[in-house]
């Protein structure tokens, strides 16, 4: 387990074992860094927007397109400005997994929890070059409408659709490697069915 990763022994009112958390911390340093490539593209878009004529190439020769670009991008990355900005002032853990299952929102424990027995799968795949850590349930749809953020269920529809499972989790913003940690979920999840 990396260096960085919180792991302790938290006793269960419900067991008489001990449960270890894993506690994965949101990275400071990355989040900046995601915060500084969010800004840049929302200026790039704004000068889309404001003067697209000016960025018309041989390959593109529609200012309505660069401008249809600038405003998705602004949308987008605006978004992206948007939550870096709250991960910098967390102090909650970006990520649990406990004996039951990964608390993947922290800050919704009920609608941010993917219990064990729901996982049917986990697999990795690669956007562009960003690797996604996808997490397969059982009964995808109902799990979908259960999000009670409506954000949250269409970006898990996304996912389902265009992925085939609806949560993906990315390292990118934790202080931890994609390889580590889907060693450890997989880890998690094979003690879990061992059980």
């Known amino acids: ?3 960085n990763v919180i792991a302790h022994a938290k006793k269960d009112s419900n067991m008489n074992d001990n449960l270890t958390n894993i506690e994965i911390p949101v990275s400071k340093s990355k989040t900046i860094w995601l915060l500084i490539i969010s800004t840049t593209f929302v200026l790039l878009g704004v000068f889309f927007v404001i003067d697209p004529t000016r960025f018309l190439t041989i390959w593109v020769q529609s200012s309505i397109i660069i401008s249809v670009v600038g405003y998705i991008s602004i949308l987008f990355f605006g978004f992206g400005i948007f939550v870096f900005i709250s991960r910098l002032f967390q102090t909650s853990p970006g990520l649990i997994i406990t004996d039951k299952g990964i608390i993947y929102d922290t800050k919704d424990n009920v609608n941010g929890f ?12 690669k956007i562009y070059r960003q690797q ?7 009964n995808p749809d109902e799990f979908i409408k259960s999000q009670q953020k409506a954000i949250k269920r269409k970006l898990m529809s996304f996912n ?10 990315t390292a990118s913003g934790f202080a931890i490697s994609t390889d580590s940690l889907y060693k450890t ?5 094979t003690k879990y069915r061992q059980k």
């Not at 064990?116 to 795949?125: E, K, L, Q, Y």
């Not at 389902?160 to 989790?169: F, K, V, W």
């Not at 979920?185 to 999840?189: A, E, M, N």
């Open 1 to 3: 387990m990396p260096a």
């Open 114 to 125: 993917i219990d064990w027995s729901r996982i049917t799968n986990i697999s990795i795949i």
């Open 132 to 138: 996604l850590i996808m997490i397969h349930v059982d």
């Open 160 to 169: 389902q659709s265009n992925y085939g499972a609806p949560i993906g989790l």
């Open 185 to 189: 979920i997989t880890d998690r999840l």
